[in-house]
């Protein structure tokens, strides 16, 4: 085998190697990293097909040398994401106007305290406002921030745990056990 079949195999080896990856975080529902690892792997494939054949050369652009990995575009789509970071929720979001990430936390504690209360304001199929959640008191009896309670429903929004309905009101879905569920879901988020 000349170096040239050598080369070629070991960016096939990687790009099977890169769609494993991928395979697993599209599993996880890493969705902006399966856009990237996407991207390494066509460009990988480009370059293999290049140097299998016979006086071809890997075509300009394919690789830069000032930016290894292709940068993926953002889009609202992708967002937000919800992770974990030892006791906290984590949402990140985009930013339209900033055109950037943005982080929002939330201790776990918070969220349990905010699924309760939501629990008891969507009891019977009832619709409630978020406004009525502000009033929800973590264990030390300390109102929890009205930007970790919105924080909280776009998690539960995301789960399909609770609908929005209108501007402000919510309803949780029906047959669902907010707390239970939210508890759940937390347990399985990605660790960040």
Same mark, same amino acid.
């Given at each position: 085998?000349?170096?040239?079949?050598?080369? &070629?195999?070991?960016?096939?080896?990687?790009?099977?190697? /890169?769609?494993?990856?991928?395979? #697993?975080?599209?599993? %996880?529902?890493?969705?902006?990293?399966?856009?990237?690892?996407?991207? $390494?792997?066509? !460009?990988?494939? $480009?370059?293999? #097909?290049?140097?299998?054949?016979?006086?071809? $050369? /890997?075509?300009?652009?394919?690789?830069?040398?000032?930016?290894?990995?292709?940068?993926?575009?953002?889009?609202? &789509? +992708?967002?937000?994401? *919800?992770?974990?970071?030892?006791? +906290?929720?984590?949402?990140?979001?985009? &930013? %339209?106007?900033?055109? %950037?990430?943005?982080?929002?936390?939330?201790?776990?504690?918070?969220?349990?305290? $905010?699924?309760?209360? /939501?629990?008891?304001?969507?009891?019977?199929?009832?619709?409630?406002?978020? +406004?009525?959640?502000?009033?929800?008191?973590?264990?030390?009896?300390?109102? @929890?921030?009205?930007?970790?309670?919105?924080?909280?429903?776009? *998690?539960?929004?995301? !789960?399909? *745990?609770?609908?929005?309905?209108?501007?402000?009101?919510?309803? /949780?879905?029906?047959?669902?056990? @907010?707390? &239970?569920?939210?508890?759940?879901?937390?347990?399985?988020?990605?660790?960040?």
């Amino acid at each position: 085998m000349n170096t040239t079949d050598e080369a &070629s195999n070991a960016l096939k080896d990687a790009e099977n190697r /890169i769609r494993k990856v991928l395979a #697993a975080s599209a599993a %996880k529902g890493e969705y902006q990293r399966v856009l990237d690892l996407t991207n $390494v792997a066509k !460009q990988l494939g $480009v370059m293999a #097909a290049a140097l299998a054949k016979p006086g071809s $050369v /890997i075509p300009s652009g394919a690789v830069s040398e000032t930016h290894p990995a292709p940068v993926a575009i953002k889009r609202d &789509s +992708d967002y937000p994401k *919800f992770l974990r970071r030892s006791e +906290d929720l984590i949402k990140i979001g985009w &930013s %339209k106007k900033e055109r %950037k990430e943005y982080l929002h936390k939330m201790p776990h504690a918070a969220l349990t305290s $905010v699924a309760r209360a /939501i629990a008891q304001a969507g009891a019977g199929g009832k619709r409630f406002a978020a +406004d009525a959640l502000e009033k929800a008191v973590d264990s030390h009896g300390e109102t @929890i921030p009205g930007y970790q309670t919105y924080l909280c429903l776009a *998690f539960l929004r995301s !789960q399909g *745990f609770v609908r929005q309905e209108g501007r402000s009101n919510y309803s /949780i879905q029906t047959g669902v056990d @907010i707390e &239970s569920s939210t508890e759940a879901a937390w347990q399985k988020l990605t660790e960040m």
